[in-house]
């Protein structure tokens, strides 16, 4: 059977990633911490900034694919050790043992003053988050060039429920009032449907699989308008969400990250719906 490494393994979209592929793939993920809730796949302790540990790994696995998940929003050292560093060790291991490669990015690479964005528009971010994940796609793309660079945005689900969507259900429940920004647009994706379009990539080979890939939701909705449906979809008042603005705070963000995904509706099988096609789905229980 063929084998998939996931780096970042014990995060949020890698057990979801661990969870699809395993009736396919043979999966190893990887955990810098906390192995659990990792199950159904072999679990390996790894510090991608080490690098010869790096190599080792993949000179002894030898994976057919690696979704490279792992990734540090800290402080900037360990965004530049994790992301930068890391990114580049994994890069450099699976081009060495002839991996396919499928590298996580971001939509905060960009400045958010001129969205949508298409994948071949400059990034040009602000953060330094979004400046630690662009120096880590142009080593990706030095190192590995058919490698398929991801961007994607939110991504929230419910079985369990992503941290960001529990924060708002939980603070909802305690009465914790919360502040969610109205000029900040993004496009959510359900972890499921990423998960299944980076396997799907990971499956793929060649050139027209590789390069930059934006895989968002269908939707683009403000921080605040997906706060309010989060509530809804968990029967909670969003009276207690209280709408700001990101413009005149103070805080140095990105507005409108909007990802055009025309490339991934028309080359990918794997459908990328948007929240309120999600909510009204899931409603039914499909």
């Known amino acids: 059977m063929r084998s998939l490494l996931i780096t970042g393994g014990s995060g949020y979209l890698g057990r979801h990633l661990a969870r699809q592929a395993a009736a396919d793939w043979q999966v190893i993920a990887t955990y810098f911490s906390h192995p659990d809730p990792l199950t159904g796949c072999q679990a390996v302790p790894l510090d991608v900034y080490d690098g010869p540990a790096v190599t080792r790994l993949l000179a002894d696995l030898r994976p057919t694919a690696v979704i490279h998940t792992a990734y540090d929003m800290g402080s900037p050292e360990a965004m530049q050790s994790v992301i930068v560093e890391g990114t580049r060790h994994v890069a450099a ?3 060495a043992v002839g991996a396919r490669l499928v590298a996580m990015s971001t939509d905060v690479i960009f400045d958010g003053e001129h969205g949508p964005y298409g994948e071949a528009d400059p990034p040009n971010p602000v953060t330094a988050y979004g400046r630690a994940k662009a120096e880590a796609e142009r080593a990706v ?3 590995c060039p058919e490698t398929a660079i ?3 945005s939110l991504i929230y689900g419910f079985h369990p429920p992503d941290p960001r969507t529990l924060w708002v259900v939980d603070s909802l429940r305690s009465g914790q009032p919360i502040t969610l920004f109205t000029d900040e647009l993004r496009c959510p994706v359900w972890v499921e449907q990423v998960a299944a379009a980076l396997l799907e990539l ?5 050139k027209e699989m590789g390069g930059v890939w934006h895989l968002a939701g269908a939707q683009a909705l ?3 308008e997906f706060g309010v449906r989060l509530a809804r979809a968990y029967g909670l008042d969003p009276a207690g969400i209280t709408p700001g603005q990101s413009r005149g705070s103070g805080l140095v963000r990105p507005r409108d990250c909007r990802l055009e995904i025309g490339k991934a ?4 099988q794997s459908p990328l719906w948007g929240v309120d096609e999600v909510l009204e789905r899931m409603a ?3």
Request: charged content about 20%; glycine content about 16%; cysteine-free.
């Open 141 to 143: 793309a030095g190192l």
């Open 93 to 95: 291991a699976a081009a």
């Open 202 to 206: 990971a499956d793929g080979e060649g």
């Open 284 to 286: 039914y229980g499909i």
């Open 150 to 152: 991801v961007r994607t």
């Open 222 to 224: 403000s921080r605040y």
């Open 265 to 268: 509706q028309a080359r990918l």
